[in-house]
């Protein structure tokens, strides 16, 4: 097997950064790494940075990051790819990583306000989908897509690994995400404000491509292999399958979550009622 190359520094040495300028009361942080998942943070959070570590490789990507690190004395190091991997705890860190207070999740009640007397709204919910991969995978289609908000009721995370916000590249930052232990009267609570709750299953349901979409929907997905549980099937409005049409039994959850996106959100763009977004540059 073919090693995986590693950046490597420059031959051209430049200061390693402004080190132990300021000491900070001891907080709880959190890791960050991978490039757009930092450069988020810095657009929208900033102020709860506390280190910085970059490659030489891509300093310069980072450059008006380093320069407010010397405004606020915040400590900015230049590292090799060997340290970078032991500070970050993994490989995966794409050159950067964040020392930062843990992204601060919105509350169940923030939620809800949030999707209060909105005309058109789309929520998701995951039900025991707990790999970090998969998660930050799902967060990032679902911003892609304008979903209103992501609820993801687990029994393990209580935050947003580092891993997880790599994988969501910068969308973890954007979107108002909750954790939750149980469900409490949250369905009873989104039916109050019109919200149909669909629930996705790979067993004999409506199919995907049949389904007339609300203007305000919760869908739900559950873990790969466990699914949804009996108790949210019961309480689910309509239950939607992704027709199979090869020989794979099953979809990757992430990708279950753009294909039934994809649909739920057709009808409303063929309309106008919601709207490409058009980013800069673009």
């Known amino acids: 097997m073919t090693a995986r190359r590693r950046p490597h520094s420059s031959t051209t040495k430049r200061p390693q950064g402004r080190w132990g300028q300021k000491s900070f009361k001891r907080e709880d ?15 929208h959070r900033r102020p709860e940075i506390r280190r910085v570590f970059v490659l030489e490789a891509i300093a310069d990507r980072f450059r008006h990051v380093e320069r407010w690190c010397d405004r606020r004395g915040v400590p900015w190091k230049v590292v090799e790819f060997e340290e970078l991997s032991t500070i970050a705890g993994t490989d995966h860190h794409e050159g950067v990583c964040f020392e930062a207070k843990p992204l601060t999740l919105s509350t169940p009640a923030q939620i809800m306000t949030r999707l209060t007397d909105l005309q058109r709204g789309c929520l998701l919910v995951l039900e025991g989908v707990e790999n970090p991969h998969n998660v ?21 995370m209580s935050s947003l690994s580092g891993a997880a916000c790599r994988v969501a590249e910068g969308a973890a930052e954007i979107l108002p995400i909750t954790i939750i232990r149980e469900y409490s009267n949250l369905f009873n609570a989104l039916k109050a404000r019109g919200y149909s709750v669909i629930a996705t299953t790979p067993h004999e349901a409506r199919s995907l491509y049949s389904v007339k979409w609300p203007n305000k929907i919760a869908i739900l997905f559950g873990a790969e292999g466990e699914g949804l549980s009996p108790e949210v099937m019961e309480l689910a409005d309509t239950r939607v399958v992704i027709p199979r049409l090869g020989q794979m039994e099953s979809l990757n959850v992430g990708t279950a979550v753009a294909s039934v996106l994809t649909e739920a959100r057709r009808d409303l763009v063929i309309s106008g009622a919601i709207r490409r977004v058009q980013l800069g540059g673009e």
């Not at 990032?140 to 393990?156: D, E, K, P, W």
């Open 136 to 156: 930050g995978a799902i967060l990032r289609t679902a911003c892609f897509f304008g979903v209103t908000a992501v609820v993801i009721r687990s029994a393990q």
């Open 29 to 43: 942080l959190t890791k960050f790494y991978g490039v757009q998942s930092c450069l988020a943070i810095f657009e």
